[in-house]
C-alpha cells in the first residue's frame, strides 16, 4: 500500500481539526471496551487529547502520543489532566516502557508504513488481559481525489446544519473543503475491509470486527497469564 503521507500536514491545522474532531469523534466505542483492570493506558495519535483526555476519567494514568508537535502543544494547553501525559513519539518506531491495560487509536492506522509492525509492538506492551481498540477508515478505493472529498462535505452540510447548527455547519464544511486538509486528505491510503480484517487478524488472532459506515472498529484482549 502506497503511502505519501507527510506528518507535518497536520501542523497547519490544528484550530480546526480539532474544531470538527470535537463535533465528530466520540468516545462510546471505546469506553465500551474498557478492560476491567484499569491501571495504564496508551493513545496512539491522539491529535489534539479528546480521547486521551475522556480516557484519563477511567485510568491511574494515560500515555498520549502524536507526531506532530502543535497537535500536543494544543492538547496540554486544552486538555490537560495530572494523570494524563502528551509525548511526541512516531507510531511508526515505537519504544515503549512497561504494559498497558488498555491501548487504543482513532483514525491514525491507515498513515502507518507498517500496520502489522505497530501492531505486534502494541500487543507486546499489552498487560495480560488488557485491551487494544482501534478505529481507522476502510475504504474499497486505495485513494480518493479531491473531488469526491469536497462532494462529501456538500453531501454532509444539510445534515451538519440539522445536527450541530448553522454556524458549526459553516465552519465544518469550511475546514472540510480547505486547500490544506483537502491536501492532506488526498495522501490518505486505505485498506479495504477485508484487507483490514485480514492484517489486523493476523497480528490479533481472534479479534472482534465493527462495521460503522466508512469505519471499522477492532477489539483484541490479550489472554491472561
Not at 87 to 110: K, Q
Not at 183 to 210: I, K, M, N, W
Amino acid at each position: 500500500m502506497r503511502n505519501l503521507y507527510d506528518p507535518r500536514s497536520f501542523d497547519h491545522l490544528v484550530d480546526e481539526f480539532d474544531f470538527a474532531a470535537s463535533l465528530k469523534r466520540r468516545p462510546d466505542f471505546f469506553l465500551k471496551h474498557l478492560p476491567k483492570r484499569r491501571r495504564r493506558a496508551l493513545d496512539v495519535g491522539c491529535g489534539t487529547g479528546t480521547l486521551a483526555h475522556e480516557l484519563a476519567r477511567h485510568f491511574d494514568s494515560v500515555l498520549a502520543i502524536d507526531i506532530s508537535e502543535p497537535m500536543l502543544a494544543f492538547a496540554r494547553k486544552k486538555r490537560s489532566a495530572p494523570n494524563l501525559e502528551y509525548r511526541r513519539a512516531d507510531a511508526n518506531a515505537l519504544e515503549l516502557e512497561g504494559e498497558f491495560d488498555a491501548i487504543v487509536s482513532h483514525t491514525t492506522f491507515h498513515h502507518l508504513e507498517d500496520v502489522g509492525k505497530t501492531l505486534a509492538t502494541l500487543r507486546a506492551a499489552l498487560a495480560p488481559e488488557g485491551r487494544i481498540v482501534i478505529i481507522d477508515m476502510v475504504s474499497e478505493r486505495e485513494a480518493s481525489s479531491r473531488y469526491v472529498y469536497a462532494s462529501h462535505a456538500f453531501v454532509v452540510f444539510i445534515p451538519n446544519i440539522f445536527y450541530h447548527g448553522l454556524r458549526a455547519a459553516v465552519r465544518l464544511f469550511r475546514f472540510q473543503t480547505s486547500r490544506a486538509w483537502l491536501d492532506h486528505l488526498t495522501t490518505d491510503c486505505f485498506l479495504t475491509e477485508a484487507g483490514f480484517r485480514e492484517v489486523y487478524g493476523q497480528v490479533l488472532p481472534g479479534a472482534s470486527f465493527t462495521r460503522f459506515k466508512y469505519f471499522v472498529g477492532v477489539v483484541w484482549q490479550a489472554p491472561a497469564k
